[in-house]
């Protein structure tokens, strides 16, 4: 199998949604750079637009719980 052929076939294993979504969290973090943000800055700066909020790794929203059940 030759380094394209697997490059092709990785590719079509992810969703587009997904490298979408991978896109636009990158944009982000290129736009908090390009304004000479420090790392730690950019990570606040990043979290800021994060469309969700967790407190804790251990727990998810009651919204989302409920469209699981």
């Known amino acids: ?31 908090a750079y390009w304004t000479g ?5 950019a990570q606040f700066q990043v979290k800021k637009f994060s469309s969700t909020k967790y407190k804790s790794h251990r727990c998810i929203p009651e919204t989302l719980a409920h469209i699981f059940n």
Request: glycine content about 0%; hydrophobic content about 40%.
């Open 1 to 31: 199998m030759s380094k394209n052929h697997r490059k092709v076939v990785a590719m079509q294993s992810v969703q587009l949604s997904t490298i979408q979504l991978w896109e636009h969290c990158m944009h982000h973090w290129m736009e």
């Open 37 to 41: 943000l420090s790392i730690k800055d």
